[in-house]
């Protein structure tokens, strides 16, 4: 019983490298989202796809792109990373799109930047 | 003023109380309201979630909503010391596109 699933667990960059992040969901959720925590300022929402085929900008999307592969698969990239992306990222997916669903949260991916 | 506002704490609770955990938003058209907790280093885990005025209650959590007063807020009654953790309030906007997080309530109970 998977349900979200995020690869890396644990990477460290250089400034201006680049690299993508992995989400899997075996839930058959329509809706996936991209967040990053930082101490103190809670959940910030950076891209979402509310359906295949479909992405939007959240709260945070400068210096990130996403990626819906297909209905299971969301990634994030990080084209040229800075030390101000250093951070916990959180892969969420939900059944229906829009905020009215429960969110089913990935067990993170912590990314420092040197 | 922020979207969704919480006390960080830490709001220490002795074991066996009731922890009381308040949260506030300052969209008026908001329309669901999530609670979730996150242990230190872990993912958030929904708890409960709450659509309308009043009082929901599942096991030892009561989630109580006040649209009127803009509030939503959550109960945790015989707290234990597995209750420590970092409580999340999740909001959705008028426009029910996304969930708006607090930046979360550390809660403590001490033994």
């Known amino acids: 019983n998977a349900g979200v699933t995020q690869t890396p667990k644990f990477q460290v960059l250089k400034t201006g490298q680049s690299m993508t992040l992995q989400c899997a969901q075996d839930m058959n959720h329509n809706s996936m989202y991209w967040y990053r925590q930082d101490p103190g300022m809670g959940l910030r929402l950076i891209y979402y796809?509310?359906?295949?085929?479909?992405?939007d900008k959240g709260e945070v999307p400068n210096g990130y792109n996403v990626s819906r592969l297909n209905k299971r698969e969301f990634s994030l990239r990080l084209e040229s990373a800075a030390p101000s992306q250093t951070s916990v990222y959180f892969c969420?997916?939900?059944?229906?799109?829009?905020?009215?669903?429960?969110?089913?949260f990935g067990d993170g991916t912590r990314l420092s930047i040197l | 003023q922020k979207e969704v506002e919480q006390n960080s704490g830490p709001l220490s609770v002795p074991e066996g109380a009731i922890a009381s955990l308040n949260c506030t938003y300052s969209d008026r058209g908001s329309q669901s309201f999530f609670w979730y907790r996150q242990y230190s280093g872990k993912s958030p885990e929904l708890i409960m979630f709450i659509y309308s005025n009043g009082d929901k209650e599942d096991g030892r959590f009561t989630a109580q909503l006040n649209k009127a007063s803009q509030y939503v807020s959550l109960l945790i009654r015989d707290s234990q010391p597995s209750d420590s953790a970092t409580y999340l309030c999740a909001v959705t906007g008028s426009s029910a596109s996304k969930i708006i997080f607090g930046s979360g309530t550390r809660l403590s109970i001490r033994p």
């Open positions: 969420a997916s939900s059944e229906a799109p829009g905020g009215h669903q429960p969110q089913h």
């Open positions: 796809s509310a359906s295949e085929g479909t992405t």
